[in-house]
């Protein structure tokens, strides 16, 4: 595995760029002749390549990303849609679903690097990240309830998570389309930045989170998670938990020596 990067495909459609000196994962998507539309393929290989981020220790931060000029990824794949039936559509559902949840489990920290287009289960595939950056291409939205359906890949759940009920009902009702600065604005990205520099800075902001320990990283994502709409006391609980499963670790040695020998610590991840 080069320093530079080893690439591993799943299917046709996804590829895991690693790159080892910066314990740094990209997931691809890689669809260009559809603008990424998620088909049931498609959504098996999402959620095999997150199956086997998951469980590699080195990944300390994956970005999301896509290989298209002009789209992150425009939602479902409405021409298989309309092919199937109503019997393939309901074993479709579980496929399609797990691509969504993959990304949403992955353990450590998540970034979203989104350029183009990133509408319906292709913003929900963003939303499913820790972090959102953006340029100034992007155009997010949520628009399936102008197919007759809703949002079925988490946004009704996420969005509101991040913009509050009452915007995520007038996104999601609408159904329009937002641009970057708007999106900036309503908190529907976190970082904004100039056309074509959204690959770059969200590599650079992976980068800058995973020189942290794995250890740490993944607690505090897991506290995170887990403590979010609960009430403060029963919070505190799971973020305590999460500091037990920390406080004892070789990380936490390593870093506390790190930090009062005056050097960068060499994290054991364990």
Known sequence: ??????????????????????????????????????????????????????????????????????????????????????????????????????????????????????????????????LIVADGTAVVGLPEVSVGVIPGGGGTQLLPRRVGAARAAELIFSARRVEAGEAADLGLIDVLVPAGEAHAEGLALAGRIAVNSPVGLRAAKRALRLGHGLDLRAGLEIEDAAWRSVAFSGDRAEGVAAFNEKRRPEWPGE
């Open 1 to 130: 595995m080069s320093e530079q990067g080893a690439e591993q495909r799943f299917g046709e459609y996804v590829v895991v760029r690693r790159h080892t000196s910066s314990h740094v994962a990209e997931l691809v998507l890689d669809r260009p002749k559809a603008m990424n539309a998620v088909s049931t393929d498609m959504a098996r290989s999402i959620a095999a390549a997150c199956e086997a981020l998951a469980t590699d220790r080195d990944v300390r931060a994956v970005v999301l990303t896509s290989t298209h000029e002009r789209a992150f990824c425009v939602g479902a794949d409405l021409k298989e849609r309309n092919s199937l039936t109503d019997a393939e559509l309901v074993r479709q559902r579980p496929l399609a679903r797990a691509a969504y949840t993959g990304v949403l489990d992955l353990p450590m920290p998540t970034v979203a690097a989104v350029h183009g287009f990133a509408l319906g289960g292709g913003f929900e595939l963003a939303l499913a990240c820790d």
